[in-house]
């Protein structure tokens, strides 16, 4: 850390890179990091310009006297873990950061081109969190939206519409998520939740109605009872995945009996394994993919309304 005299005062700056060129003075409380300007360049399209010979800062760049570049708008601590990841100095990221630290990081990614630089290192700050708060689970989806991540952005739509169970229109109170996300995709979501639940609804009935051996009859009984808990009004106060939950235990359980084939009713039978896509695990599959919100769709509301 360094301490050199600044108008009488001394004068800390964070040494990223003591040897570095550059020092970025960021935010409204001037924190000043000391970084070398070739690692921004090689890490962001936009700071290769800023010091570049065309710019007057990269044309007076010194370790001797480091360039002093003010960032006042942006965050200082989302800068200072850009710049630890971009200089290779991972072990001084934190291991953990807060939903509002991400969207920080990423709002930075997204301003200075640094998606590629920080895509691995995001993977693991962009995983949705099924038991956070509204706010937090809007800015981790704002943040994978900034990240450009579409695996990352679906899984966080199909967690919104899985275990959010208020009204999306709430994210809008945000400042941060209703101005990176359109708004349009709040409702998108409700309308993708209403059929993923019309959806639900229409394997009950079927898990209900099926096979009428021994083992078929006792699954059918638990349907049943799942039915009459959950239809209609109940569903509407009950997240998708508690649901979910309860189906699964009644599909997997072991009832003393395997696969049966009606057809040999003459004779102890067998259920025949049904294909993954006709399961209940691979139904639901096949649901959350139709479900999903996609980020190239998400990026094409504005032009076209959904």
Excluded at 82 to 105: F, G, M, P, W
Excluded at 187 to 213: N, Q, V, Y
Excluded at 235 to 258: H, R, W
Aim: proline residues 3%.
């Amino acid at each position: 850390m360094d301490t050199t005299k600044r108008n009488g005062e001394p004068d800390r700056v964070a040494d990223i890179s003591p040897d570095g060129d550059v020092i970025l003075i960021v935010g409204a409380e001037n924190v000043r990091l000391r970084v070398h300007s070739q690692c921004l360049r090689s890490a962001s399209k936009t700071f290769s310009v800023m010091f570049g010979s065309h710019w007057s800062e990269g044309q007076r760049l010194s370790k001797g006297s480091p360039t002093e570049v003010p960032l006042p708008e942006d965050d200082a601590d989302a800068m200072r873990t850009i710049c630890y990841i971009v200089h290779h100095r991972n072990d001084l990221v934190s291991q953990h950061l807060t939903a509002k630290e991400v969207l920080q990081i990423a709002i930075g990614v997204d301003k200075y081109d640094l998606k590629i630089a920080l895509k691995y290192a995001s993977v693991e700050w962009l995983k949705p969190q099924v038991n956070a708060e509204r706010e937090e689970m809007g800015h981790l989806l704002a943040a994978a939206f900034l990240f450009d991540n579409t695996d990352a952005f679906m899984a966080h739509t199909i967690t919104l519409i899985l275990h959010y169970n208020g009204s999306y229109l709430d994210f809008l109170d945000d400042e941060f998520t209703s101005q990176i996300i359109p708004s349009r995709v709040f409702s998108l979501l409700e309308e993708r939740r209403t059929r993923f639940r019309a959806e639900l609804c229409d394997l009950l009935i079927r898990g209900k109605d099926g096979c009428k051996c021994g083992w078929g009859k006792t699954r059918s009984e638990k349907y049943g009872l799942l039915l009459a808990e959950y239809m209609p009004i109940k569903m509407l106060d009950t997240s998708m995945a508690d649901i979910i939950t309860k189906m699964e235990q009644v599909s997997t359980e072991d009832m003393g009996k395997t696969y049966c084939t009606e057809r040999s009713s003459y004779r102890s039978y067998y259920h025949e394994p049904l294909p993954y896509r006709k399961t209940l695990l691979g139904m639901l599959d096949a649901m959350k993919k139709r479900t999903s919100i996609c980020i190239d769709c998400v990026r094409s509301i504005g032009a076209t309304e959904l």
